[in-house]
């Protein structure tokens, strides 16, 4: 077993507008570290103290690896973020949606788990998702 402890996670993805990143992000309710964002990044919070998204402007992020960037029509990596109720994946979606995000999967639901999904502008996979533990069968 091992006895590494995470204090924190922070995603980086690449981004080509940091401006309608900015507001994409702000208009579905989260908001920014300021003092890790400037004219190359912003730190999206994803859950205060231990789990950010860094989205990198392309040219910044170019420096971070010797790899082409992914230019949003391939996918690389999906993003799951649990809430707290079935009520707020709908409402977090149909904000993604009224912004801008586009559609690449359907809504599912398994008898413990619920989640909807959706592009951002740059073409990052996210999922909005809810689970009830106490609802798997043994």
């Known amino acids: 077993m091992s006895n590494n402890h995470i204090k924190s996670i922070y995603i ?13 992000w702000t208009s579905l309710g989260f908001g920014f570290n ?3 964002s400037d004219e190359k990044a912003l730190c999206l919070i994803l859950n205060e103290g231990s789990i950010y998204c860094m989205l990198i402007s392309e040219p910044y992020f ?20 649990e809430v707290e109720s079935r009520s707020k994946v709908d409402e ?34 996210w999922e909005i998702m809810f ?8």
């Open 12 to 24: 980086n993805l690449p981004v080509k507008d940091l401006a309608k990143t900015r507001a994409f």
């Open 62 to 81: 170019s420096t971070f690896t010797n790899r082409p960037l992914a230019d949003g029509s391939t996918t690389q990596v999906l993003l799951a973020i």
């Open 34 to 36: 300021e003092q890790f």
């Open 92 to 125: 977090i979606v149909a904000a993604a949606f009224a912004n801008g995000a586009t559609r690449y999967q359907d809504a599912a639901e398994h008898e413990w788990m619920y989640y909807d999904s959706f592009s951002d502008p740059d073409g990052h996979q």
């Open 131 to 138: 689970s009830d533990v106490d609802q798997i069968k043994e």
